[in-house]
């Protein structure tokens, strides 16, 4: 690889992306790739953390890398891998479980929020979830992070596991930032904009899909909740609006205040109708180009194939080092 930091990100093939996904995670993974060593992973093992349906997880799985390209990552370029093919991912994890207390887990946003979602299947796995994604990122002694608002907790526990466990053992790991998007990195709920769009939502107009074709996306943006003054500007008091104002800035790289000058006097009707337009300009061409690449399962496998392989190649370094630090004697390769 050459001499450049190492940027680390990946997203969880739970269900199709929605814009929430593109805006706050994937749209800044392209902008950024050529400047790193850019890693980027199908983040499998921690989908397992809620139930899935083994099939769908299966097409996910493929869906979710095919994205990645369509959006602009290149596997020649950047490492492009599934989580589950990389066996550093969880063997790390056990390591660090080692140096991780009970209560620091129980207390993550995340993990109460889906405890509470999915109450019938409270398992390890989704308390230990940050945990091995800390592993996903130490292993690779990335220096950046880019993720959506809702991660920023789980990234902090990660520098404090890199901390603590470079002063116990010495020297380790590189301690990571967090990259956010200026615009978009928290995309709320079309129907509840108090809450965060999520892909697993239950109700499908909440969230707009990247699989989602124009007529569907303007229908949706229709659909939004809103308020029932009529200015088009972002406020405290107007969700719904600074939502829909804040999006349409995001896909037309306006600025907000432009955006609000453009829509000055107009009515709601219309600016869901071009807030929608302004999403499937952006969508569309990138839907086309991932359903085009699905086509070719043999193409989709070697890119992970190969993405594994040199991912492979530089997590094991880490580990066996992390391996030395703690006393467990190293294992001979090859
Ligand atoms: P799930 O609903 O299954 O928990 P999710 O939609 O939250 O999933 P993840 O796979 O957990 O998606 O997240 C992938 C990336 O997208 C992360 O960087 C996350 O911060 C970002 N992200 C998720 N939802 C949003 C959102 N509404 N706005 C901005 N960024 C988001
Ligand atoms: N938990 C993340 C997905 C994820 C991730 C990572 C993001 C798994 N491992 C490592 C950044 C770095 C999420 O977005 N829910």
Known sequence: MEDKKVLFSAIQPSGILTIGNYLGALRNFKKLQSDYNSIFSVADLHTLT???????????????????????????????????????????????????????????????????????????????????????????????????????????????????????FGETFKVPEGYFAKNGARVMSLCEPERKMSKSDANENAFISMNDDPATIVRKFKRAVTDSDNR???????????????????????????????????GYGEFKVRVGEAVADVIEPIRQEKNKLLQSKDYLDSVLKSGAERAQYVAYKTLNKVYKKVGLVPRIRG
Request: net charge negative; with cysteine.
């Open 232 to 266: 088009i500007v972002c406020d405290e008091n107007k969700k719904g609006i600074t939502n829909l104002l804040t999006i349409y800035s995001a896909f037309t790289d306006k600025t907000i205040e432009e955006a609000e000058k453009e829509f000055e006097g107009k």
């Open 50 to 168: 809620v139930k899935q349906d083994p099939a769908v997880l299966r097409k996910n799985t493929y869906e979710l890398t095919a994205l990645y390209i369509a959006c602009g990552i290149n596997p020649d370029e950047s490492i492009l891998f599934a989580q589950s093919h990389v066996p550093c991912h969880a063997e790390l994890t056990w390591i660090l479980n080692t140096v991780t207390y009970p209560g620091e887990l129980s207390r993550m946003t995340q993990f109460k929020d889906k405890s509470l979602k999915h109450e019938d299947n409270i398992n390890m796995g989704l308390m230990d979830y940050p945990v091995l994604m800390a592993s996903d990122i130490l292993l690779y002694q990335t220096e950046l992070v880019p993720i959506g608002a809702d991660q920023k907790q789980h990234l902090e526990l990660t520098r404090d596991l890199a901390i603590r466990f470079n002063n116990r």
